[in-house]
């Protein structure tokens, strides 16, 4: 049975939306290297104003207003200094005509209500400076200009009030986020759990042992590893036997352990497609998609997990994998859908008329060139850097004419 690209993506959001619906959450501090990319699962509030405190933007003196308010060059404002107040000191307090040092970030003294920038007294720099507990304040500092109410100073809550949301559930957290959190006081956060996945391969021909004749490594295992991890997928890898008895044992087992199982290979209409027989008394689904390459294609609804089928050369198992369960994963984790681009073909191409051709391409000098369709050929999917689509009913396309192309290992 044959069935369009759409008609199969529909079938695998079926699969798959409850599946990710259910998915649950899990509680990671929010300085985490984890959290990062994690989607919250229920909406966060501030614990913490920020600013956390009524702070100075600039290195300067703490000031009333009223006290400077009749300084000019000729007639100057001359105030004594107080204590300074450096980040992280507690709050001091302004005696009533004097002036407090203070620096980026510290707490601005009760009774000031301005800053006058240290480069913009008389002097233009600081004499010398006493902290609370440090002894007792000398000097004075010299002002030719008012300084308005409010001046370099930066309210507690200006940014975000205590209480106010600060992200709403269904949000991916990125290191900015992760600051707005951190600020606001929330140490942990509730993301959604991540989705456990098993890549499984099938094929007595696959071997680490590379002097076996006959034998060839397991390369799609690493492969779909890291192109899993790119969406925050827990993985983990099996090789599975050509038997269908003791692979049908392996997934069941399996299904206890994760939410996905990712097969690749025996899919096709062989005589030892070992997941098809092992599948398909369990209410497996298998049929060809009108694509190239990667058209068989499977799937399954165990009572514990959801199985997909891809095919096993390289290039089909990860087109398939971008084709239909990239658009899945990035609405689970919150990720923008990409967006096409267009640059003219350098030579002309062909493709099956009745397929849809995913066809691999290296864009050099604002021209698409077209790599070999095999979907064997690893080294040739590792140099490009972008897949091409050609429709179902165009057969033919001509060098310069515009073409559909989507990044890939980026």
């Known amino acids: 049975m044959t069935c369009t690209l759409e008609n199969h993506r529909t079938e695998l959001v079926a699969l798959l939306s409850p599946l990710f619906a259910s998915l649950g959450s899990e509680v990671l501090p929010t300085d985490s290297p984890e959290a990062n990319d994690r989607v919250l ?28 308010a009749l300084a000019t060059p000729q007639d100057p404002v001359v105030l004594p200094l107080g204590f300074t107040a450096a980040a992280g000191d507690p709050q001091l307090t302004l005696a009533p005509g004097t002036v407090s040092p203070v620096m980026t970030g510290a707490m ?8 006058i920038p240290v480069e913009e007294s008389a002097a233009g720099s600081f004499p010398e400076l006493v902290r609370a507990n440090q002894g007792a304040p000398t000097g004075q500092a010299e002002f030719t200009a008012p300084s308005a109410p409010g001046r370099f100073i930066r309210p507690a809550g200006v940014d975000l009030e205590a209480g106010a949301l600060v992200v709403e559930a269904g949000t991916r957290l990125t290191p900015t986020m992760i600051a707005a959190l951190v600020s606001s006081g929330l140490r942990e956060v509730p993301v959604r759990r991540a989705l456990r996945v098993a890549v499984c391969t099938t094929g007595d ?63 096709s209409a062989g005589a030892y497609e ?53 658009p899945l994963l990035r609405k689970l984790n919150a990720l923008p859908e990409p967006v096409p681009q267009y640059y003219p073909l350098a030579a002309d191409a062909s493709s099956p ?31 490009a850097d972008a897949l091409v689509h050609i429709p179902v009913g165009v057969s033919q396309m001509t060098a310069g004419q515009q073409i559909e192309t989507w990044s890939m290992n980026v």
């Open 274 to 326: 070992v997941v098809r027989q092992a599948l398909s008394p369990l209410g497996g689904s298998f049929h060809h998609v009108a694509i190239q390459p990667g058209g068989p294609q499977g799937f399954a609804r165990l009572p514990q997990a959801a199985v997909l089928c891809f095919p096993g050369n390289p290039v089909s198992a990860l087109l398939s994998a971008e084709l239909f369960l990239a």
């Open 353 to 383: 008329e009745h397929k849809h051709q995913v066809r691999r391409a290296v864009i050099r000098e604002g021209l698409v060139e077209i790599l070999d369709p095999g979907s064997h050929l690893v080294h040739d999917l590792a140099r």
């Open 108 to 115: 601005i003294p009760l009774g000031a209500d301005t800053v």
């Open 41 to 68: 699962s229920q909406d966060l509030y501030a614990l913490l104003p920020i600013p956390a405190f009524t702070n100075s933007q600039m290195d300067g003196y703490a000031a009333r207003s009223s006290d400077l």
């Open 205 to 267: 021909e696959l071997s680490d042992d590379q002097r076996s004749e006959g034998q060839i490594p397991d390369s799609n295992s690493p492969m779909l590893t890291a192109w899993l991890r790119r969406y925050q997928v827990q993985v983990r890898t099996l090789q599975l036997p050509d038997d269908p008895k003791r692979f049908a044992l392996a997934i069941d087992a399996l299904q206890e352990q994760v939410d996905l199982i990712l097969t690749v290979g025996g899919i």
